[in-house]
């Protein structure tokens, strides 16, 4: 396991004009079940389908249509919640939280409030090499997507695309454990690769696949640590609630704005009123949306249609038999069997298709000289081309072919370099175009011997120098590799001058 040092929050402070105030940050996350069908119906959930084309009569809420439970959603919450080591509800149950909204045909949508199907957990949050912080997860639950209502198509009328009513969403929601903007950011981060490590959602935030409403409140120091002892929220400050964020770098902007006006309303002697607020990216502000609705306000009840969702030990502990190895634990392995650094091994686990291509060129190579090649050479080029791995022209097989050709000796760090644009370019095996291309480094000694022994006679003046100063060896080496266009070993000649010299 990852060794990691868990450190105690480190709240974002904001300096007002009259007081020091503490941030508390806890997220609700909205992330799409990756699945083929929806959570109650069979219609499809592919994503840029012709508006309405995705759409099962029970999704249109046809009058006397039944919703019949999706079992492989269930599975996904069920592993999504084992992956965040979380208790896993035997019985759970869906509610209907009733509200009208025209791209929600039910005229309710359903939900588990009373009783989800995921209880607490936890998200490991990378704060810095070894350093995380732990964010409690108070629960997950299921609930179906609303559609799309779109009012910018045409100048008197509105449109609705029901293609999203009705898939399946999984609602992550923290504790108030986030402390600032960074942490919300990494805390977000950090679930997304998890998700995407499980397969549980594909993690797309701009198709809005994964999405956050924030809760933000301000406290003077000290209260906090109040609210951990009891867990009694009336230590924290009122919150608001930003709704919908889907990109990390607005999530932070938002979060700190919000702080910002919380601060100068109650340094104002004002109070905050608890409610729903939007993000506008274009003014870096938010905005009051409606005020803060309760449970009541929604008259949730028990889903009449669905009966309790009960499902057995045995089907969870098959589901636990499949777990991939998540994130923190392949990080773990990579500094520990290939001997990376923290920050090579956060770079290359980073998403798992690049840690799968990662271990293919080190597995029975050197770990390091793998990581830096894939890390500097490949990812560069690809970053520069605007490429994902998927379609790199270069494989892993190729690449470990040119590691094999350096570790043997046959080529240099500076032909390596050229064998592996060939193979971009151009494509082909790395040793046979290294054969046809005549790169091969000489450590023939003999040939080897004989330039240095001649650039030693030739230069008398340079070898007084080099035995009064031994740094200035380095001219010959240098002399020697030219006059040998580069092939020789540098290592070997190095070795040689010293030799000669008498160093
Ligand atoms: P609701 O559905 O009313 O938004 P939830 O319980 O689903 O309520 O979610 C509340 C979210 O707000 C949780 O993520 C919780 O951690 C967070 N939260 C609660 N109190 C505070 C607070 N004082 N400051 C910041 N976040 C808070
Ligand atoms: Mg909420």
């Not at 919703?67 to 509610?95: M, Y």
Request: overall charge negative; charged content about 25%; proline content about 5%.
């Amino acid at each position: 396991m990852l060794d990691l040092t868990f450190t105690a929050p480190q709240p974002k402070v904001i300096s007002g004009a009259k007081a020091d105030w503490e941030l508390v940050i806890g997220l609700e996350v909205h992330a799409q079940v990756a699945s083929n069908a929806k959570l109650f119906s069979g219609a499809s959930t592919s994503f840029g389908a012709e508006p309405n084309a995705n759409v099962a009569f029970v999704d249109a809420a046809m009058p006397g249509m039944l919703p019949v439970v999706n079992e492989f959603c269930v599975a996904q919450a069920v592993r999504t919640g084992l992956g965040l080591k979380a208790q896993i509800n035997l019985r759970s149950a869906f509610d209907r939280k009733n509200y009208f909204y025209p791209d929600l045909p039910q005229g309710y949508q359903i939900s588990q409030l009373y009783h989800p199907i995921v209880g607490e957990g936890e998200v490991i949050v990378d704060m810095g090499p070894g350093i995380a912080r732990r964010v409690r997860i108070e629960r997950i639950h299921l609930e179906q997507d609303a559609g799309k209502s779109i009012h910018d198509m045409d100048p008197n009328m509105s449109f609705v695309d029901l293609n999203r009513t009705g898939v399946a969403l999984m609602e992550i929601v923290s504790r108030p454990d986030i402390r600032g903007p960074e942490e919300a950011a990494a805390y977000v981060a950090k679930l997304r690769q998890i998700l995407r490590y499980l397969g549980t959602c594909d993690g797309n935030m701009q198709n809005g696949n994964l999405r956050a409403d924030v809760n933000v409140s301000v406290c003077k120091p000290g209260q906090y640590e109040k609210y951990q002892a009891t867990q009694d929220f009336s230590h924290l400050g009122t919150r608001c609630e930003i709704k919908n964020m889907n990109s990390l770098r607005f999530i932070q902007a938002a979060i700190d704005y919000e702080a910002r006006r919380q601060i100068a309303i109650l340094e104002d002697g004002g109070s905050i009123v608890q409610e729903t607020r939007l993000y506008d990216p274009d003014k870096g502000e938010t905005r009051s949306m409606r005020s803060k609705e309760e449970a009541h306000d929604y008259r949730y009840f028990p889903d009449p249609d669905l009966l309790p969702l009960e499902i057995e030990q045995a089907w969870v502990d098959d589901i636990a038999a499949t777990m991939p190895e998540l994130p923190d634990a392949r990080k773990a392995r990579y500094m520990g069997d290939f001997g990376l650094t923290d920050y090579d091994a956060s770079v290359l686990t980073a998403e798992k298709e690049n840690a799968v291509f990662f271990e293919a060129v080190a597995t029975g190579r050197d770990g390091k000289t793998a990581a830096n090649w894939v890390i500097n050479e490949l990812f560069g080029r690809l970053n520069k081309e605007g490429l994902g791995i998927a379609e790199s022209p270069v494989s892993a097989a190729q690449l470990g072919g040119v590691l094999d050709l350096i570790g043997s000796g046959e080529i240099s760090g500076k032909m390596a370099k050229d064998l592996f644009e060939i193979l971009w370019t151009e494509g082909g095996e790395p040793a046979e175009i290294a054969a046809a291309r005549g790169m091969k480094q000489v450590t023939d000694t003999g040939a080897i011997e004989a330039a240095v022994d001649e650039i030693i006679a030739a230069n008398p003046a340079q070898v007084e120098k080099a035995r009064a100063n031994a740094k200035l060896a380095g001219w010959f080496t240098g002399q020697v590799l030219k006059a040998t266009g580069g092939k020789a070993n540098p290592a070997v000649v190095n070795e040689m001058v010293a030799r000669k010299l008498g160093l």
